[in-house]
């Protein structure tokens, strides 16, 4: 049957009928439907050409159509991205991220990495990334990088050094990625952009005891013209005992190097008890993320070094530089 305006003539469904099964296609991506899956559905070329022609549906694509005419959701925009680009094509860092449920980066354009031997396809607002592979992709849903190398590649792809860091910390701290994982990747990642800064990030967050372990801060105060401080002072405090990274018990100063496991978010909290029971007595506590030291480290050296000349000139330290 063929259809006349909404007469049923042998074979096609009716409007009703056609908006049903596309909209039951559609649910699964998004509201845009593969013209593949639509013709599974029952629906043939020529009801999508109808529906196309009464301005009911979008084509958006060679092989998307979108059952609304709406602004289509940020989901239809990614499942439109790995249809139309090509043949094993797959979101892939900020995206593929974004798709496994990252939340606090928001970005312009959708990356896709697709196979280098495969036929591509421009898409507007899609930045392809040609590999000879691809590498493992995350099971259920929209086709993406696993978030483990969706990780590495968004900071190797990120515009700017703290951005970078920054799409190091969130995927951890959200718990989309164990460090245990992400540093096992990087240790096999080959050449890579800012690969010094990776590295060091990558040991921030995933490994901080090591990392804090080979962060000199003596070293980082003298060439500041700040005296020596102690290390690692045992203070007592209701809750129990405590270290203190970095103390100059002498003039009242105390900075405490924050590590990758302070990213998770419950212990942003206990961090902040421990610091207000310190502050509220004779001290200054100066906090310093480990990434601060890696992001802008003479930012924090020119507080501490103000704060330390303030604190000496109080207690009479005659030495203060």
Known sequence: MAEVGDRLVMGSPRRHDRALRATVVAAASGGVAHRRDLRAAGLTRHDVATEVA????????????????????????????????????????????????????????????????????????????????????????????????????????????RQAALLLCLPVQQRLVRPDDLFAAWAAVGRSPRRALLHAVVRDVCDGAQSLGELDVGRLCRRRGIPPPSRQRLVRLPTGRVYLDVAWEDIGLVVEIDGGHHLLALNTVDDALRQNEVTMGSEWVLRIPVLGLRLAPDRFLDQLLRAWRLRAAEAGDGTAV
């Open 54 to 161: 009464a301005g009911r549906w979008l084509a958006v694509g060679r092989h998307t159509v979108a059952t609304t005419t709406g602004d289509p959701s940020r989901e239809a925009l990614w499942w439109r991205a790995v249809w139309e680009s090509g043949a094993g094509a797959v979101l892939d860092g900020v995206s593929a991220l974004q798709a496994q449920g990252m939340t606090g980066f928001e970005t312009a354009v959708i990356d896709v990495s697709m196979p280098s031997a495969n036929r591509d396809h421009d898409v507007a607002g899609v930045r392809l990334h040609r590999r000879r592979v691809v590498g493992p992709v995350a099971g259920g849903g929209i086709p993406r990088a696993h978030p483990v190398q969706a990780t590495i590649r968004a900071a190797q792809w990120a515009t700017s050094d």
